[in-house]
């Protein structure tokens, strides 16, 4: 089957996760990925010298890879974590599996992304599987929480995924009007995706409210109406 138009499978209340047993390690860095996040560079200077080069290849070293392809773990990208932003319309699907196989017992867990996602590839996946996303970057995590100055008290309600005290703050969020059990939160302790990463989730009619505590690492909307901090 073709990879466009999948969707991903074994819902947890309602979410479009794999249910796939995760390693678990709890490894939420880049694995040493020499491209960073944005603004994880801001203070960095060029050297003397360095003039269009080094300005074309710090944009080349930004985009870590294509939106659209599979790629081999190890070589054609490393292990680490990486963000996917400014996607519309549910059409970016992404598959993290352990063989090449296409079988679906090689799905170790995936996605259909509105919005941004963040996505850890171990160094035990064999391939990364892309599909109608924007290019994928590499994210130093622990930087990129440095870089971002003040996170934000209110997101997107079909925003995707943000890092906990980079993206937002954490804190009491509500969102309102939401019709049918389309709105899907979700609490997770990494981005790996699998059954392990979810602390909390939720589909929603009517009123929303979540706390997101500073302990959590990000935190996932869809379909929902704009969430604002409370408290």
């Known amino acids: 089957m073709g990879m466009k138009g999948k969707i991903a499978l074994g819902a947890v ?3 479009v996760v794999i249910g796939a047993v995760s390693a678990n390690s709890g490894d939420d860095s880049t694995g040493g990925s020499e491209s960073s996040g944005k603004g994880s560079s801001s203070s960095a200077q060029a050297k003397p010298g360095g003039g269009k080069d080094s300005a074309k290849a ?4 930004k985009a870590a890879f294509d939106g659209d392809g599979q790629f081999q773990v190890g070589s054609d990208i490393k292990p680490g974590t990486y963000r996917s932003t400014g996607n519309e319309d549910g059409m970016c699907y992404w598959e993290r599996a352990k063989d090449a196989s296409g079988e679906m017992d090689s799905l170790l867990a995936n996605d259909n992304v509105t919005g941004t996602s963040y996505v850890t590839v171990k160094a035990t996946d064999k391939i990364f599987k892309s599909s ?3 290019d994928w970057e590499a994210v130093d995590t622990k930087a990129d929480a440095a870089a971002k100055g003040s996170p934000a008290s209110k997101m997107a309600g079909d925003g995707g995924m943000f890092r906990v005290g980079a993206d937002i703050a954490p804190g009491t969020y509500k969102s309102t009007g939401n019709e049918d059990d389309m709105c899907y939160w979700e609490r997770a302790k990494d981005a790996e995706h699998g059954l392990d990463s979810i602390i909390a989730n939720d589909n929603v009619s009517g009123s ?3 706390t997101i505590s500073a302990k959590d690492t990000y935190f996932k909307t869809s379909g929902c109406t704009d969430w604002k901090k409370t408290g």
């Open 13 to 15: 209340v309602g979410i």
């Open 58 to 61: 710090t944009e080349e070293k």
């Open 132 to 134: 109608d996303c924007n």
């Open 208 to 210: 929303a409210v979540v």
